[in-house]
């Protein structure tokens, strides 16, 4: 005889669901929770401990019901009734309320990826701990029960309490591949984090720093900028540290050779001149009078990544654009990554026949490459003169 351990699983991280094995009991995508699965929520997330029935009956809104206790005893009813298996009992009768049982069979998302960082900080071994670390950041798929709607303030506090955890687990694993000389895979990390959270401004300042261990000052400053803008855009405070890379470019001294702080900084390598926003911008209006005066022509050019997608899968999407524009433009065109899924690039001396030939190669190179199919390229472009 084959002895099956059923279980419960929970996963909290991006969308919530909750599946008993392969059966979905609930699944969960830009919606309120009803009263029964807010229910399970609560009990779950106080497992172990008695939430009496005047706590429930706030926390779910019954006050206003005609018989509050029996709502809240047919909510307990029906979620038993969604959630039983046989040989564990998941929700326990205490006097005057509940319990979630943690001594039930159940796999809670949030449990292991707590555990998983926990063993990693134990690792002497860098590579065992990077393995341990980067299983823990796969499970994050977004915020904590990100597309609910919350009120409950132990849930915002847990909340609010893996965001934490997460980002320090991501600046952990970035400081590993660093230590071991992986700069991109490191990068990569901390692009991928900011498509969760593109408020943490430590994301950036960490990303920074790898591009100047890895001599790479342009991209140090192209990402600088990034930050800058998109602070700026969202109405957020300056950080101290982001003034001070900006600052610290303009002391070096220019009394014997100027083009030599563009030289040594090395802030146009490649074969195309990629900038940051705020200098694309500058040139951008530069070049624009320019053809004026000359009658040349100029255009403005946009692409985006359109489509719901996971972070990495939007991630590679990206990562597939920006290699295709680095390989395919010519040395005096000028691109910037102006947010997340959009890059600008400004053509010159191009006319409209030779741009839609451009923005066709672009396209077929791009699905050559088999991106996800979930994110598509759309481009549009702008005859400035």
């Known amino acids: 005889m084959t ?12 969308n919530l669901l909750v599946r008993k094995e392969e059966e979905v009991l609930f699944s969960g995508e830009n919606k309120n929770l009803n009263k029964r699965w807010r229910l399970f929520l609560l009990l779950l997330f106080n497992k172990g401990e ?20 029996q709502s809240l005893r047919a909510l307990v009813y029906r979620l038993r009734k969604d959630i039983e298996m046989k ?30 960082i926990e063993k990693a900080k ?42 934490e955890l997460y980002l320090k687990a991501v600046a952990k694993t970035g400081e590993i591949l660093v230590d071991l000389n992986r700069f991109q895979e490191a990068i990569e990390i901390y692009e991928l984090a900011l498509k969760t959270h593109p408020k ?19 991209l140090a400053l192209i990402k600088t900028e990034e930050a800058m803008a998109f602070l700026k855009n ?9 003034q001070t890379e900006i600052s610290d470019f303009f002391e070096t001294d220019i009394d014997e050779d100027p083009a030599s702080i563009f030289e040594d900084n090395k802030l146009c390598q490649g074969e195309i001149f990629q900038c940051g926003p705020m200098t694309f911008s500058s040139i951008f209006s530069l070049e624009k009078r320019r053809a004026e005066r000359n009658r040349d022509d100029i255009s403005l050019i946009h692409f985006q990544l359109n489509g719901e997608a996971p ?30 899924r ?44």
């Not at 008695?50 to 509050?68: G, S, Y």
């Not at 071994?125 to 132990?154: P, V």
């Open 50 to 69: 008695k939430l009496t029935d005047q706590e429930l009956i706030r926390e779910l809104e019954l006050e206003e019901n005609v018989a509050p206790r």
């Open 311 to 340: 972070p990495e899968e939007t991630n590679k999407a990206e990562t597939i654009l920006r290699d295709i524009l680095t390989e395919n433009l010519r040395s005096s065109d000028l691109i910037t990554r102006w947010q997340p």
């Open 3 to 14: 002895a099956v351990n059923h279980k419960l699983y929970v996963y909290t991280f991006g």
């Open 122 to 163: 134990e690792k002497d071994d860098k590579e065992r701990a990077l393995r341990l670390y980067r299983r823990a950041l796969d499970l994050y798929e977004g915020a904590f029960l990100k597309n609910q709607y919350i009120t409950d303030r132990y849930l915002i506090k847990l909340r609010q309490y893996y965001r």
């Open 234 to 242: 969202s109405n957020l405070p300056m950080p101290p540290e982001l």
């Open 87 to 116: 040989g564990t009992e998941f929700i326990l009768s205490e006097q005057g309320g509940y319990t979630f049982n943690p001594d039930s069979k159940y796999w809670l998302d949030i449990d292991y990826f707590f555990n998983i």
């Open 200 to 218: 943490s401004v430590g994301l950036y300042l960490d990303m920074i720093d790898v591009f100047k261990k890895n001599n790479r000052p342009d």
């Open 342 to 385: 959009h890059y600008l690039m400004l053509a010159k001396e191009q006319n409209e026949e030779e741009i839609e030939a451009l923005l066709a190669r672009i396209d077929e190179l791009y699905y050559e490459e088999f991106p996800p199919a979930e994110v598509n390229l759309s481009y549009s472009y702008q005859k400035l003169n």
